[in-house]
């Protein structure tokens, strides 16, 4: 019973995470900018990581006679990096390409998190990682091959801000791992994000103006179950820590497939043969990544 409450958790989760960009990319249809709807997202998601902190405010204070200054300005520069770098990037790069590709392109983390590990952290890729890898960017690489990817405006431009999207979000993982257990993964998260929301406003209010934030009633909506379905109930799902992270990884592939799903049917976007080849390798990679880690 518990997998199975578990793994409905993680695929709740990953189809409302998968929504994101489709909401995202109808958002871009009334003429906003990326910063304007990442700063309605992040307003609309803080209130519930305050309240979040409040409630687990007990665990906090115990949990602060362990964190050292260092570890005080590290919860401040993932944030930042993790949430607010790597949230923009995205933005920014699904005005250029489409949700299926953006959504591609960000599963591929995994794979990120090796690398760097591999190269800054010197741990050894094992053979089963390096077919892993083969697989996921042989994926992409066929991907690009379509000419409905190709056609796009842009389409590399925006593939390199959301290849960045998954980088940092990569290193924000890396930089998790002695956090985490100190504060506790719902703790971390709520701090984290309230801290990238900090960064995000600060940046909306040196490019844009605080009158047109709430200038179009179609795109203060959508941002709104952006912040609701696709922030705060993805970064809260109790999945994991009741199947494990290596069954999770599985059931959380379907994220890819229901962004294209929910693509093809609410923004028209074209999922040919190509595509379809290369997504199964890059789900394939990723799969043998995470089990490998796990």
Not at 19 to 47: G, N
Not at 141 to 160: E, P
Not at 262 to 280: D, P
Request: hydrophobic share 55%; charged share 15%; aromatic share 12%.
């Amino acid at each position: 019973m518990k997998n199975i409450i578990g793994a409905i958790l993680i695929i709740i989760g990953a189809v409302c995470f998968s929504a994101k960009a489709v909401m995202v990319k109808l958002s871009y249809l009334h003429e906003v900018d990326p910063i304007t709807v990442l700063a309605l997202r992040m307003l609309f998601s803080i209130p519930f990581y305050v309240v979040i902190l409040f409630l687990n405010r007990k665990k906090l204070e115990e949990s602060k006679a362990s964190l050292t200054r260092r570890d005080w300005i590290n919860i401040v520069l993932m944030g930042v990096v993790g949430y607010y770098l790597a949230s923009i990037f995205d933005f920014i790069g699904l005005s250029y390409v489409t949700a299926g590709l953006e959504r591609l392109i960000l599963f591929i983390y995994p794979t990120l998190v090796v690398i760097i590990s591999a190269v800054f952290l010197k741990k050894k890729i094992g053979k089963t990682e390096y077919i892993a890898l083969l697989l996921t960017y042989l994926g992409v690489l066929i991907v690009f091959f379509d000419d409905a990817v190709v056609s796009q405006k842009n389409v590399w431009l925006g593939t390199a801000f959301i290849f960045a999207s998954a980088l940092t979000y990569a290193i924000y993982l890396i930089g998790t791992g002695q956090l985490t257990p100190k504060l506790g993964s719902v703790n971390y998260t709520a701090l984290s994000m309230i801290v990238s929301s900090v960064a995000v406003f600060i940046h909306y209010l040196i490019v844009g103006k605080i009158e047109n934030l709430f200038a179009n009633k179609d795109v203060v909506w959508l941002t709104l179950n952006m912040a609701v379905f696709s922030t705060v109930i993805p970064s809260l799902a109790e999945g994991i820590r009741l199947m494990g992270s290596g069954r999770a990884s599985i059931v959380a592939s379907i994220g890819p497939v229901s962004t294209i799903v929910l693509a093809y049917y609410f923004l028209n976007e074209s999922f040919g043969l190509i595509q379809f080849v290369g997504t199964v390798l890059v789900l394939a990679g990723v799969l043998f990544v995470s089990l490998k880690k796990n």
